[in-house]
């Protein structure tokens, strides 16, 4: 499964997920859009259907694209690598701090509810810093936006690809090709609705194998079976291989200096990944406003139990199995750069259960790398259509010419992707550098983006000098760090720790500091009007749907969807519950749950491990319902109405999911 480890899985088998699973999902939502287009009034050939569907979008499913989204390949396996350098501590920090994390989900639910407020008919959250501040600052977000999305999608092809050939021996840069093409086609036919329907497939599929695994190492394996063996091969682990800065060197501690070291680092980068990905906006743009905050409340809630749950099982297992005869690297323990590569899952997925756990983890990671792929797609082809095209091509484009140009920018973004993904092969960049690197390069624009929806004093000079300012600190801070703790700059010396977490706070604080104490100096006063008139529909046409004969519960929504965009300030309360749900949680994840175990040095007793086990459990199955039922009982009287109209059974029109 490396260069010293032979593949478990045949080459077949690789070509055959790639690509079978890929066009077969791509079969389905060529069905799924003539349905669509048949007999609903969401056509796909309109650019307001194809690119925020149609702004109609109910919580639940939301909350299930935000999992689905940002379930990458890259957090399934940095989240397990982590558990497997610093023990139980990685995947908590993972979970609370990393790319797409939940604390930076919860804050963004803040965002999503000040676009509605503020920018209702926004394509995309560059409209709206180019309709506040013109052209240059349009142009410096635009750099960010693509730059933070390209850094994204290609992290999720080098990751996803660097285990396909691990497992099946198949050609990385044939990997990298071939995974992003089944996807493409499939947004091409159905746009944003399409990726949310797929990417409710593919998170209950996830989740269903998370539980698998997890069933299976602490309830059935033969290996493990149990959590009390578990903590004790962890205990037996830490004394013949014990971890640097941990306390006592245990697997089974919060007090990981290591871990705290990568937990800071990821919240910057987090920020970044979250707050400038055009993806993370457009399924604000695409909820309905009333629903936008519920929304990224449980998909927050929802996506920890992903990479908490997969890392707390296959993480650990690969530290509890690495002296096991039947680890793949037995006798020897993994090297760093299998470790960096990501492997650390695939490794104790086949331990665990030989061919049947590759085959396993290898479907788990194709249903993250493509389903987190269709929303990059579909997050630059609207910054491509609406912020290029559109501003500075042809202004007065027509709906049918931005279609056309959508679906071009999805395939051209498909090859952009993969080459990038292929160059940091080439040059041997892997996922772990990237991972810690991404948040210095794209975390002095986090502020200042945040700010263009939230502060009306925020000035053009000041979001400018922010994100070109924090860039600047980042790689100064980052590359000096790195000659004078090292004594040398390479590959291994600038993906250090140290390195990368001055580069991190570097880039994101002095992007906060410029943007406000250069705005402070002569605050702006703007007025959100500006913003909200941004693609207003004309008098007597609306953007929210709506059934023919909407049922009461409908009505109620509906009219409770209208109230809010006439006057944003019916969403004031939610925005109140916004900041106050997410300042609350964040605060518990952050803070009051992991600082007092690592400041008190505390080492897990087998019955705090295994109720620790039992919490992940019971989390996982929590996400399950939240992004698995949820979604099918919102939508439960659009099924019905929509075999009624299939079938021809009334007159009753289907208009709304």
């Not at 056509?43 to 935000?66: D, K, Q, Y």
């Not at 006592?248 to 920020?271: E, H, P």
């Amino acid at each position: 499964m490396s260069a010293d480890v032979a593949p478990i899985l045949p080459q077949g088998a690789g070509y055959g997920v790639v690509v079978g699973i890929g066009f077969f999902f791509a079969l389905v939502m060529c069905f799924v859009s003539y349905i669509q287009n048949r007999y609903t009034q969401y056509s796909t050939h309109t650019s307001e259907e194809f690119n925020t569907a149609s702004r109609s979008v109910e919580p639940g499913l939301i909350a299930s694209g935000v999992v689905s989204a940002w379930t990458w390949a890259a957090t399934l396996l940095q989240s397990s690598t982590v558990a497997y350098e610093y023990g139980i501590s990685g995947p908590f920090w993972v979970c609370s701090n990393a790319a797409g994390a939940t604390v930076q989900i919860f804050m963004f639910a803040v965002l999503a509810c000040k676009v509605k407020q503020n920018a209702p008919y926004c394509h995309t959250f560059l409209e709206i810093v180019y309709h506040r501040y013109g052209t240059a600052t349009h142009i410096v977000f635009v750099f960010f936006a693509l730059l933070t999305n390209i850094l994204v999608a290609s992290q999720l092809l080098l990751g996803g690809s660097a285990v396909v050939t691990a497992l099946t021996g198949m050609n990385v840069y044939a990997a990298t090709f071939l995974i992003p093409l089944g996807v493409c086609v499939y947004v091409v036919l159905g746009g944003l609705r399409a990726t949310f329907l797929c990417d409710y497939s593919h998170t209950v599929i996830v989740m269903i194998i998370i539980l698998y695994f997890m069933f299976s190492v602490y309830a059935t394996n033969d290996l493990i079976g149990s959590p009390s063996k578990m903590y004790d091969l962890l205990q037996t682990a830490s004394l013949q291989r014990p971890v640097a800065g941990n306390q006592d060197g245990s697997y089974l501690t919060l007090k990981s200096n290591y871990g705290l070291v990568f937990a800071v680092i990821q919240l910057c980068s987090g920020m970044g990944t979250v707050f400038l990905d055009q993806g993370y906006w457009q399924r604000a743009i695409a909820s309905r406003p009333t629903g936008a905050v519920p929304a990224y409340i449980m998909g927050g809630f929802a996506w920890f139990a992903i990479p908490f749950g997969f890392a707390t099982t296959l993480g650990l297992a690969a530290v509890a199995l690495t002296s096991n005869p039947r680890f793949p690297t037995y006798p020897n323990s993994m090297t760093s750069a299998q470790v960096s590569a990501g492997l650390s899952a695939p490794f104790g997925a086949a331990a665990l259960l030989g061919e049947k756990g590759a085959v396993a983890l290898l479907l788990t990671l194709f249903m993250a790398v493509t389903s987190s792929s269709s929303a990059e797609l579909i997050a630059v082809s609207s910054i491509l259509t609406f912020d290029i095209y559109k501003v500075y091509v042809k202004p007065s484009a027509t709906p049918k010419q931005l279609i056309m140009v959508s679906h071009v920018m999805i395939c051209v973004f498909g090859v952009v992707m993969a080459c990038v993904a292929c160059l940091w092969h080439g040059i041997g960049i892997d996922l772990g550098w990237l991972f810690l690197v991404m948040g210095l390069l794209i975390g002095g624009a986090v502020f200042p983006a945040a700010f263009t929806v939230t502060w009306k004093g925020q000035t053009r000079l000041g979001a400018i000098s922010g994100a070109v300012g924090g860039l600047c600190a980042g790689l100064i801070a980052w590359l000096v760090e790195a000659k004078v703790y090292y004594g040398t700059l390479n590959v291994t010396t600038t993906g250090g720790s140290y390195p990368t977490m001055a580069g991190n706070l570097a880039s994101v604080l002095t992007g906060l500091i410029l943007t406000m104490a250069i705005s402070y100096i002569k605050p702006d006063n703007f007025d959100w009007e500006v913003t909200r008139a941004i693609n207003a529909p004309e008098a007597g046409q609306s953007t929210v749907m709506q059934t023919n004969q909407p049922v009461p519960d409908e009505e109620k929504e509906i009219t409770a969807d209208k109230a809010a965009v006439a006057d944003p300030t019916r969403l004031q309360r939610t925005f109140v519950v916004a900041v106050i749900a997410s300042g609350v949680l964040s605060l518990l994840m952050d803070v009051v749950i992991p600082i007092p175990m690592f400041l008190s040095h505390y080492v897990f007793s087998k019955p705090f491990f295994t109720a620790w086990v039992v919490i992940s459990f019971l989390w996982v199955f929590a996400a399950l319902f939240l992004c698995g039922i949820l979604p099918v009982w919102e939508t439960r009287r659009f099924f019905k109405t929509l075999v009624i109209e299939i079938f021809g059974l009334g007159k009753k029109k289907v208009v709304n999911t």
